[in-house]
């Protein structure tokens, strides 16, 4: 089952962008969109796993890009921000779309930039916990894509 969670007659572009789910092995969250506004002093994409309907829960996989420098993989877990994983390899451009897409593995998420596979996290918090996904930042979207299948 895939299930496209947009509205054509919504602007679909503004962020932040938020979207009720239901993640289990197999699951793949595939994000297409454009970084934008590099007038900014630091363009960042950020997406966030919540484990409720709302931004203070815990949060399972927090991804945020700083385009240019470094990538920032964590959890927050009881209100609190866990040790973060920097990376140091950045596969998206100011202004060019990318293809992300977060694969639920048994052990950990798999993430993939433009059919290339860039990072992994650990589960720390189960997948199955997850309810919803905020896409934001500095970023214009054109798709929001869950698929419940198989890759």
């Given at each position: 089952l895939s299930f496209l969670l947009s509205n054509p007659d919504l602007p679909f572009k503004i962020v932040p962008y938020k979207l009720p789910v239901s993640l289990s092995v197999g699951s793949c969250v595939i994000i297409k969109g454009t970084p934008i506004d590099s007038s900014i002093n630091e363009p960042q994409l950020q997406v966030d796993f919540y484990t409720e309907m709302n931004e203070d829960s815990e949060i399972a996989f927090h991804l945020r890009v700083h385009l240019g420098r470094r990538v920032v993989m964590n959890s927050r877990e009881f209100g609190i921000?866990?040790?973060?994983?920097?990376?140091?390899?950045?596969?998206?451009?100011?202004?060019?779309?990318?293809?992300?897409?977060?694969?639920?593995?048994?052990?950990?998420?798999?993430?993939?930039?433009?059919?290339?596979?860039?990072?992994?996290?650990?589960?720390?918090?189960?997948?199955?916990?997850?309810k919803m996904i905020q896409v934001w930042r500095d970023v214009s979207l054109d798709s929001v894509l869950v698929n419940n299948g198989r890759r």
């Open positions: 921000w866990m040790l973060e994983e920097n990376l140091h390899y950045v596969p998206f451009e100011d202004g060019k779309p990318f293809d992300l897409r977060i694969y639920v593995c048994h052990n950990e998420y798999e993430v993939k930039v433009n059919g290339e596979y860039i990072y992994a996290f650990v589960h720390r918090i189960p997948p199955s916990y997850v």
